[in-house]
């Protein structure tokens, strides 16, 4: 189960809601399809009333207003609106602004208790759990259940199960439909990796192995890189502490970042960082870490899986055709790739939620799915998507990096906490690791930041 | 007072009239003062006295919030940065700047178009100028470094080192904003009498005893207004650090700024930020009394 890192209550209560609804979703109907939606409460009987009436143009006539992140995504979802627009007579107003402060303007206008957006897009590697506390977003199962409501083509069984456990919160609400999935993969440079004869590594071991034995500081090339700036750096770690079997929070709301197995992920990170990485890694984000490979610089480097495109690009790259597309090693444990993921929800302070619905049941259609792969803007959530793309002319992504998307997806569990101050966490064991880089002990620094991060966990979860 | 200039009980009676009068001249901007500075204050203290994270309910701890933020060596550090980033960017671009009034005050071929291209910097915008920085101190591929070894020197980290990011962080400061401090002083050399000059000369003054005997102190105010224009941009600086560095290695550059921002619109403790807000405003006014007490001694000097 994709959430069995998080804390037991919450794979507790998916459990035994995912149980009763299989019971009861059997009884309605028997088909192979159905497993795949057992994750999703809601999703069997939506599935069961799904030959009833449905009308695009039930709504025809109303306005929403959409509030998403500039992105390439949002870009392509605004580019065609007029296409919803077109089959709902629904009229749609979209306010699209950077990611950062898209969320402060989110928070800031829920907590007020009114929005001027009806639907928003959401990163649930941030704010699944404080929006889900709040209950700032409205469930979408009563919808998906009527079928005047649901359009029969969404096909819930076609969604990877990786997005629709981030959509559904722990006491079992549907508050979203997933768009996008960013689980993390290794790029490596075949040229780098063929010239001195060596292959791609299968287990954590051997990729502190093959990263030292390609590092070569004389040539300017690095064996490993990867984000060193503090907060931006936690993914890093926590893809090693997946691996190793380790968790961010145990049953009982306390931290296990302290465990042997997170030590044992900060110690690879510390040797992977500062015995292989470049100079100057303490302050690298995705872009210093992305031109350093692009430049062909870096043997490996590990970040989300959306930057095939300007990897692939003659005119930014020096390695087109020579990039590899490899799925996380895997770790003592378990092989995971760390997940993140975003979608759309409904602000529950949204007085037309019916349009809004809709407006969630296009966005996350079939041709809006494979006109994200198409154009290389993210990977998206919908499996027949990859088929659908591949399949046309103009696409350019390379066949590795789909087959690497496909089985990194398999393997991904969320990347960062279901808790509601994740920016804090990723701020106080950001800092621990990027000490770490410049020479401090791992053990001790994850101990400081566990102890720094525990009130602050207890006191969000009171409230 | 002036009452007993006028006729007793007529010039009490058009005193008070003026009074009103002015009152109601004055009552526009009363309100607006309160609105946007009296009350955003009042009411910033007011949610420093709460623990309150946006998403929960707050919590009356009066002093608690400020007792947070003293104890925390996050924020003392903080401060300290706040201290050296300002003294270097305030002190680096005076000296730079002054002398490079000096340099264009006096009479050389091309000097319009050369003080043109002085003041281009300026001129740019701060968070373009902070990206444009961050790719050149790129301790890989950045040109600043390419040019260390031109000229046979190692390569440095420069903002990727705990120890040079502060250092670093001036020197796009001092690039961007040594053209306004050359500027305000070369206003000021352009305002100088020419007497004293030729009297000096004829006791026979060097070049030297010139500029420090005369011309300093007579561009002295100038320089002092330059001063605090930059200490007030010194201390408010945001954009730069936050694009370049996001406050680290670390938290190696985290000035007050990056801790109120990250206190307040990354983790929405506004309680905590509010506090931090607070203690920020008593150091800008404590900055301010000193530079104020600065000032009027430079004009007894000058007197």
Redesign the interface.
């Known amino acids: 189960m994709i959430q069995a890192d998080i804390t037991t209550e919450e794979t507790m209560a998916d459990h035994d809601r995912g149980s009763i609804e299989t019971k009861r979703r059997r009884l309605l109907q028997a088909g192979a399809s159905a497993v795949a939606l057992g994750v999703v409460p809601g999703a069997g009987q939506l599935a069961s009333n799904a030959q009833g009436a449905f009308d695009w143009k039930k709504f025809k006539g109303e306005k929403i207003e959409i509030f998403l992140v500039k992105s390439p995504r949002g870009d392509l979802l605004t580019k065609y609106h007029k296409e919803f627009e077109d089959l709902t007579g629904i009229t749609v107003n979209s306010e699209m602004i950077p990611e950062q402060q898209q969320r402060?303007k989110a928070?800031?206008e829920?907590?007020s208790g009114n929005t001027s957006f009806d639907v928003i897009a959401i990163s649930y590697h941030v704010q699944k759990r404080?929006f889900g506390?709040?209950k700032w977003l409205e469930d979408i199962r009563p919808m998906m259940a009527d079928k005047s409501l649901a359009d029969p083509n969404l096909d819930f069984a076609d969604f990877a199960k990786g997005g629709l456990a981030y959509a559904t919160q722990a006491d079992g609400r549907v508050d979203s439909l997933p768009l996008n999935l960013d689980p993390w993969v290794v790029y490596y440079n075949k040229e780098l990796f063929a010239a001195k004869n060596i292959a791609y590594p299968k287990t954590f071991a051997e990729m502190v192995d093959v990263a030292a034995r390609l590092n070569d500081p004389s040539k300017?090339v690095c064996g490993f890189v990867a984000r060193?700036?503090?907060?931006a750096n936690v993914p890093v770690w926590s893809s090693f502490l997946l691996g190793n079997g380790g968790a961010f929070v145990d049953a009982n709301g306390k931290l296990t970042t302290d465990t042997p197995e997170a030590v044992d992920a900060a110690k690879m990170y510390q040797t992977l960082l500062a015995k292989s990485g470049?100079?100057?890694?303490?302050?690298?984000n995705w872009n210093?870490a992305q031109?350093?490979f692009l430049?062909g610089?870096a043997a490996m480097w590990l970040d989300g899986i959306g930057f095939a495109q300007p990897l692939e690009d003659p005119t930014k790259s020096r390695i087109v055709g020579k990039v590899g597309y490899g799925v996380m090693p895997a770790g003592p444990k378990q092989q995971v790739s760390a997940l993140f993921g975003d979608g759309e929800g409904i602000s529950t302070y949204s007085k037309k939620k019916g349009p809004s619905w809709f407006y969630l049941q296009w966005a996350s259609n079939k041709a809006n799915q494979t006109r994200v792969l198409q154009a290389a803007a993210g990977a998206p959530v919908r499996n027949s998507a990859y088929a659908a793309a591949q399949s046309s002319s103009d696409f350019k992504a390379p066949k590795e990096w789909v087959e690497c998307m496909l089985t990194s997806a398999r393997i991904a569990q969320p990347g960062l906490p279901v808790i509601?101050?994740v920016?804090?966490f990723r701020?106080v064991f950001g800092?621990a690791l990027?000490?770490m880089?410049?020479g401090a002990d791992p053990a001790a620094e994850l101990k400081k930041a566990t102890a720094e991060f525990q009130p602050i966990l207890d006191?969000?979860e009171k409230? | 007072m002036s009452t007993a200039a006028t006729p007793p009980a007529r010039g009490a009676a058009f005193l008070a009239r003026r009074r009103r009068n002015y009152f109601l001249f004055i009552a526009p901007a009363l309100l607006v003062v309160g609105a946007v500075i009296i009350f955003p204050w009042l009411y910033t203290i007011w949610m420093s006295a709460f623990d309150w994270t946006i998403g929960s309910t707050a919590h009356y701890v009066g002093l608690g919030n400020y007792e947070k933020i003293f104890t925390s060596r996050r924020f003392g550090e903080a401060v300290l940065h706040t201290f050296y980033f300002t003294a270097l960017a305030v002190i680096a671009p005076l000296v730079i700047g002054t002398w490079a009034a000096m340099v264009f005050h006096r009479e050389f071929p091309f000097r319009g178009v050369l003080r043109g291209l002085f003041i281009m910097p300026m001129m740019a915008t701060p968070v373009a100028v902070a990206l444009v920085w961050t790719m050149m101190f790129h301790p890989q591929q950045g040109v600043l470094n390419y040019l260390l070894s031109l000229v046979g020197l190692p390569p440095s980290l420069w903002v990727y080192s705990p120890t040079l990011v502060i250092p670093s962080l001036v020197l796009v400061e001092v690039w961007h904003w040594t053209p306004l401090v050359m500027l305000i002083v070369l206003g000021g050399l352009a305002a100088l009498p020419t007497e004293p000059y030729e009297s000096a000369r004829l006791d026979g003054a060097t070049e030297w005893q010139l500029f420090r005997y005369i011309t300093l102190p007579l561009v002295a105010p100038f320089i002092l207004v330059a001063a605090v224009i930059r200490t007030i941009d010194a201390l408010k600086a945001f954009d730069t650090i936050y694009v370049i560095t996001g406050g680290g290695p670390g938290t190696a550059s985290e000035t007050i700024n990056l801790f109120l921002y990250l206190q307040a619109f990354s983790f929405y403790n506004i309680g905590t930020a509010s506090a931090v807000v607070v203690v920020f405003f008593v150091i800008v006014l404590a900055m301010a009394l000193l530079l104020l007490y600065v000032r009027e001694r430079t004009k007894w000097t000058s007197a």
């Open positions: 402060q928070v800031i829920f907590n404080l506390k709040n300017g060193g700036l503090k907060n470049p100079q100057g890694v303490a302050g690298f210093e031109s350093l430049q610089k509601a101050p920016n804090e701020d800092i990027t000490n880089i410049n006191k969000s409230a």
